[in-house]
Nanobody, 131 residues
Framework: QVRLVESGGGSVQSGGSLRLSCVAS????????MGWFRQAPGKQREGVAA?????????SYADSVKGRFTISQDNAKDTLYLQMNSLKPDDTAKYFC???????????????????????WGQGTQVTVSS
């Protein structure tokens, strides 16, 4: 079991920056992917960025945040980050940290881009961007 706790949300003006943090506690053995997701009122939860931990450590981003957001991790601190620059009002949402963590064997079909493969979630942190 792993517990994920996000922090760093807040209110900023358009063009501003925020850095979100997600601290993982408990066993992270078996983590395939770590990702950030967001959900705006009345909309479905969507992927923002992910780190493909089990494969090559590569990162991927939603088209809407490419060039503005950066996902990173500090393994020593068991912390995942999301640096968000040039924020826009459309970025307003609750942001969630999530992990795709599976033990008991190797699961070849895990897709870091698939929200359905993430089975551990934090409670979220609110980001509000005003124009």
């Amino acid at each position: 079991q792993v517990r994920l706790v996000e922090s760093g949300g807040g209110s900023v003006q358009s063009g501003g920056s925020l850095r979100l943090s997600c601290v993982a506690s408990g066993s992270t053995y078996g983590t395939y992917c770590m990702g950030w997701f967001r959900q705006a009122p009345g909309k479905q939860r969507e992927g923002v960025a992910a780190i493909h931990i089990q494969s090559d450590g590569s990162v991927s981003y939603a088209d809407s945040v490419k060039g503005r957001f950066t996902i990173s991790q500090d393994n020593a601190k068991d912390t995942l980050y999301l640096q968000m620059n040039s924020l826009k009002p459309d970025d307003t949402a609750k942001y969630f940290c999530a992990a795709a963590l599976y033990t008991g064997g190797y699961f070849s079909g895990i897709e870091c881009s698939s929200i359905d493969d993430y089975n551990y979630w934090g409670q979220g942190t609110q980001v509000t961007v005003s124009s």
